[in-house]
């Protein structure tokens, strides 16, 4: 007598939210566990505060207040320090192979990038939350209300949202890791070209010009005004037309650079 064979029912597939909870929970632990990568986001940006503050603070503002202009600029340059070890995650997971055992599983594997993301705007916002209290320890006094705080952590967090969807499209895009690391370091570089350090109004015509008209500017002249008490003007449409629109080309660039992964499978 044959036995009946029962057919395996088929795994449901898992929600996009049950998803992305999976992979968000999966680079937390990851973060927690790379300590040292941890500590330098933090200890970068405080230690490049520190330089501008007590080594070079003297000769750019006489009075001493120049760390009331320079925070600004250290929470963004955090930010991107933070964030550029998304790239690196990212091309990681895509070169060892576990994002192809992710789509043999009921999960959406695209949720791994999203994982990166979300996890990386945690930490960031830990890291940002560390250094202010470093900046106020030193000197930093902002005059601004409840309401403008939140406001000036809303630009930094809607930024660091908008420069992390940037590190996971360079991830994707990349063919190692080690080249991730390479491309994304080029992006730090844009704090230098801005008024985070000094007004734009000091530089070369040529240059002030691109420093005017480059995404960072605006986004700190809107953090700088808001942490001061004064109101924004136009840099605070500027700033959020700038990370609307990047984090809308970020995120359609790597959703393409996955499907076309996929594809070459």
Not at 24 to 32: E, F, K, P, T, Y
Not at 75 to 102: E, H, N, Q, Y
Not at 176 to 199: I, N
Request: charged fraction near 10%; proline fraction near 6%; include cysteine.
């Amino acid at each position: 007598m044959t036995a009946l064979s029962i057919p395996a029912r088929p795994e449901r597939p898992v929600s996009p939210l049950a998803s992305a909870a999976v992979f968000v929970g999966r680079s937390i632990r990851h973060s927690l566990r790379d300590v040292e990568a941890l500590t330098m986001a933090i200890v970068l940006p405080v230690m490049l505060m520190l330089l501008f503050t007590f080594v070079f603070g003297g000769a750019l503002d006489s009075g001493g207040d120049y760390v009331q202009y320079v925070v600004p600029g250290i929470i963004l340059l955090c930010a991107g320090f933070g964030a550029s070890s998304t790239a690196v995650d990212v091309a990681r997971d895509m070169s060892d192979g576990i994002v192809d055992r992710f789509r043999t599983m009921p999960l959406r594997a695209r949720g791994v990038i999203t994982g990166h993301v979300v996890a990386s705007l945690l930490r960031n916002l830990v890291a940002t939350g560390v250094v202010i209290a470093v900046a106020l320890a030193v000197g930093f006094r902002p005059t601004a209300d409840a309401l403008q705080w939140l406001g000036a952590l809303g630009v930094v967090a809607l930024f660091i949202l908008a420069i992390t969807w940037l590190y996971a499209g360079i991830g994707l895009a990349a063919k190692s890791p080690t080249a991730a690391s390479g491309y994304g370091f080029a992006l730090l570089f844009l704090p230098y070209l801005s008024s985070a350090f000094v007004p734009t109004d000091t530089m070369p015509t040529w240059l002030q010009w691109i420093a005017e008209n480059q995404p960072i500017t605006p986004i700190i002249e809107t953090i700088r005004a808001l942490l001061f008490g004064r109101a924004p003007g136009s840099d605070l449409w500027w700033a959020l037309a700038w990370c609307t629109v990047l984090i809308a080309a970020a995120y359609a660039w790597s959703a393409w650079l996955f499907r076309r992964s996929a594809a070459r499978r």
